[in-house]
Nanobody, 116 residues
Framework: QVQLVESGGGLVQPGGSLRLSCAAS????????MGWYRQAPGKQRELVAS???????NYVDSAKGRFTISRDNAKNTMYLQMNSLKPEDTAVYYC??????????WGQGTQVTVSS
C-alpha cells in the first residue's frame, strides 16, 4: 500500500549534524502534511517538525533555529536537517505522512544518539 523508508540516523557528537531522509513508495494519494516525530526513552512521542502541503513549516521550540524540514516532491522524499545537535535530541525519530485518504502513515524509526 505505502511504505516509508527512513535513513540517516546514527551516533553524533554534541554540536554535530545529521540529515534524516524518509522516502515514500507504494501510494499516489494526496498528502495533507508531513512531519518528523521523536520519542526519547520514557517520554511521549513529540512532533518535532512539520510541513504542510502548501509548504508552511513548524517546529517545536527546542528545535527552532537548528532543524530544517524539507521535501523533494520529484523524489517523494522528506528530509530533516539537524544541526547543532544536543544530547537532549537523542531519540528515535519517526517520519509521518498524513494522507487525505490513507490517514497517518509511519516510518519504522531511526535512532539518533547525541553523545560524547
Amino acid at each position: 500500500q505505502v511504505q516509508l523508508v527512513e535513513s540517516g540516523g546514527g551516533l553524533v557528537q554534541p554540536g554535530g549534524s545529521l540529515r534524516l531522509s524518509c522516502a515514500a513508495s507504494g501510494s499516489i494519494f494526496s498528502i495533507y502534511a508531513m512531519g518528523w516525530y521523536r520519542q526519547a526513552p520514557g517520554k511521549q512521542r513529540e512532533l518535532v517538525a512539520s510541513i504542510t502541503s502548501g509548504g508552511t513549516t513548524n517546529y517545536v521550540d527546542s528545535a527552532k533555529g537548528r532543524f530544517t524540514i524539507s521535501r523533494d516532491n520529484a523524489k517523494n522524499t522528506m528530509y530533516l536537517q539537524m544541526n547543532s545537535l544536543k544530547p537532549e535530541d537523542t531519540a528515535v525519530y519517526y517520519c509521518n505522512v498524513r494522507y487525505r485518504v490513507l490517514g497517518d502513515q509511519w516510518g519504522q524509526g531511526t535512532q539518533v544518539t547525541v553523545s560524547s
